[in-house]
């Protein structure tokens, strides 16, 4: 800890939570604007997911670590690739393209439907992550308004901090599934 002006005082305890092995290349500021800000946490949550996933043989990524639930890895890379797609390139930028793992008939195709190579699994939702950031950095700004209306119309502010819950919410379950494959922990 330190004092408001910035220097170390060690009366005061300092507390890290473990960190994990891996340098981390997303970095949150401290100070920026609004924009920025939000950019830098949507990536600190890819790089988060992408970290859980690191290092794993493939046939583990499909192993539902944490039961009585039936996620995994894969099938989390999958439900996520899915939702950048949806979200970002589907109802944001309004392109025609086909939803990944998932059908009417099979809703849940994304957890349950792991036949798959998790590997090319994980590429696809990095492509769709890239795919996402171009739809970001050519958008009109924080006010830019989806082009498909899912229940009244959105900003690509609201946009960007529902897929910040969304990750927030999976690196959670991607720590748990993590620990439980190789007992592996840290922020």
């Given at each position: 800890?330190?004092d408001?002006?910035?220097?170390?005082?060690?009366?005061?305890?300092?507390?890290?939570?473990?960190?994990?092995?891996v340098?981390?290349t997303?970095?949150?500021?401290?100070?920026?604007?609004?924009?920025?800000?939000?950019?830098?946490?949507?990536?600190?949550?890819?790089?988060?997911?992408?970290?859980?996933?690191?290092?794993?043989?493939?046939?583990?990524?499909?192993?539902?670590?944490?039961?009585?639930?039936?996620?995994?890895?894969?099938?989390?890379?999958?439900?996520?690739?899915?939702?950048?797609?949806?979200?970002?390139?589907?109802?944001?930028?309004?392109?025609?393209?086909?939803?990944?793992?998932?059908?009417?008939?099979?809703?849940?195709?994304d957890?349950?439907?792991?036949?798959?190579?998790?590997?090319?699994?994980?590429?696809?939702?990095?492509?769709?992550?890239?795919?996402?950031?171009?739809?970001?950095?050519?958008?009109?700004?924080?006010?830019?308004?989806?082009?498909?209306?899912?229940?009244?119309?959105?900003?690509?502010?609201?946009?960007?901090?529902?897929?910040?819950?969304?990750?927030?919410?999976?690196?959670?379950?991607?720590?748990?599934?993590?620990?439980?494959?190789?007992?592996?922990?840290?922020?």
């Amino acid at each position: 800890m330190s004092d408001t002006k910035g220097t170390p005082n060690p009366d005061k305890p300092i507390a890290f939570s473990p960190v994990w092995p891996v340098p981390r290349t997303a970095v949150i500021p401290r100070a920026a604007d609004e924009f920025a800000m939000l950019k830098a946490y949507l990536e600190h949550y890819r790089e988060t997911f992408e970290l859980k996933c690191a290092g794993v043989d493939a046939a583990r990524l499909s192993e539902r670590s944490s039961p009585p639930s039936t996620m995994s890895l894969h099938g989390l890379a999958r439900h996520l690739a899915g939702g950048e797609r949806w979200w970002f390139a589907i109802n944001f930028a309004g392109l025609d393209a086909p939803m990944l793992y998932y059908s009417d008939d099979d809703p849940d195709l994304d957890f349950e439907g792991l036949a798959g190579d998790p590997l090319d699994d994980l590429a696809t939702w990095r492509t769709e992550c890239d795919r996402s950031r171009r739809i970001v950095d050519e958008a009109a700004g924080l006010d830019a308004v989806g082009a498909v209306e899912r229940n009244g119309s959105y900003t690509l502010r609201w946009l960007m901090l529902r897929m910040i819950a969304e990750y927030a919410q999976h690196c959670g379950h991607a720590d748990l599934l993590r620990e439980g494959i190789d007992g592996a922990t840290g922020a």
